[in-house]
């Protein structure tokens, strides 16, 4: 019988696996670019993309501090993500909506390399790589990062901007009910609500 596996071999595994979903990540982040109507959200993918070119070199740190080779093998779960994210770039949304959309696919993909790396940085840990620990806990720092920024454009405006997109009168007119323009509004409304039984 072959020996056992050790916490060591799972660690390569996982590393191994790390690298190709940032390799494919590579791939997927322009298409993200692309699809985004929001310049600051265009540009955020943008620069994510510049930065896991980053995390794929230090990854080829991780494996030579631990001489071992470099060499990925292929990540089904982020295959799987990217996936929904393509069938989404595929739906006929309006511009806001379609930012949003793509914010969230962003993000499950953050999330995933999150718990990679969060796996991986403890393991180091654990078998007292120190050096790989290291690296490993930049990138998941830059993830959380590229998650935080992803969470503050969708709550600073692309979310509330999507929400408002299907709904064109009444919502629009609701901030002009003050002062002034009260009265016309008021009257606008009535004539609507008129119109509607
Ligand atoms: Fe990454």
Same mark, same amino acid.
């Not at 191994?16 to 298409?31: N, S, V």
């Not at 959200?41 to 501090?65: C, G, K």
């Not at 990540?75 to 996936?83: N, P, T, V």
């Given at each position: 019988?072959?020996?056992?596996?050790?916490?060591?071999?799972?660690?390569?595994?996982?590393?191994?696996?790390?690298?190709?979903?940032?390799?494919?990540?590579?791939?997927?982040?322009?298409?993200?670019?692309?699809?985004? !109507?929001?310049?600051?959200?265009?540009?955020?993918?943008?620069?994510?993309?510049?930065?896991?070119?980053?995390?794929?070199?230090?990854?080829?740190?991780?494996?030579? !501090? #631990?001489?071992?080779?470099?060499?990925?093998?292929?990540?089904?779960?982020?295959?799987?993500?990217?996936?929904?994210?393509?069938?989404?770039?595929?739906?006929?949304?309006?511009?806001?909506?379609?930012?949003?959309?793509?914010?969230? !696919?962003?993000?499950?993909?953050?999330?995933?390399?999150?718990?990679?790396?969060?796996?991986?940085?403890?393991?180091?840990?654990?078998? /007292?790589?120190?050096?790989?620990?290291?690296?490993?806990?930049?990138?998941?720092?830059?993830?959380?990062?590229?998650?935080?920024?992803? !969470?503050? #454009?969708?709550?600073?405006?692309?979310?509330?901007?999507?929400?408002?997109?299907?709904?064109?009168?009444?919502?629009?007119?609701?901030?002009?009910?003050?002062?002034? /323009?009260?009265?016309?509004?008021?009257?606008?409304?009535?004539?609507?609500?008129?119109?509607?039984?």
């Amino acid at each position: 019988m072959a020996e056992a596996g050790t916490l060591h071999d799972a660690f390569i595994d996982e590393l191994r696996d790390t690298y190709d979903a940032e390799k494919q990540l590579t791939k997927a982040l322009p298409k993200l670019a692309k699809a985004a !109507s929001d310049p600051t959200l265009r540009q955020a993918f943008e620069s994510h993309l510049e930065e896991t070119r980053r995390q794929i070199a230090r990854l080829e740190q991780v494996f030579e !501090s #631990l001489d071992e080779k470099v060499r990925g093998k292929h990540c089904d779960g982020i295959a799987g993500i990217i996936e929904e994210g393509k069938a989404v770039m595929e739906e006929d949304f309006d511009e806001t909506t379609m930012d949003a959309c793509l914010i969230a !696919s962003g993000q499950r993909a953050e999330h995933y390399e999150m718990a990679a790396y969060g796996t991986l940085v403890a393991w180091a840990t654990a078998m /007292g790589h120190t050096d790989a620990a290291r690296l490993l806990q930049e990138t998941l720092d830059e993830e959380k990062a590229a998650d935080e920024k992803l !969470s503050s #454009l969708a709550e600073g405006g692309i979310n509330q901007a999507a929400a408002g997109a299907g709904q064109p009168d009444e919502e629009e007119d609701e901030p002009a009910a003050v002062g002034a /323009g009260a009265k016309k509004t008021a009257a606008a409304k009535a004539k609507k609500a008129g119109a509607r039984r």
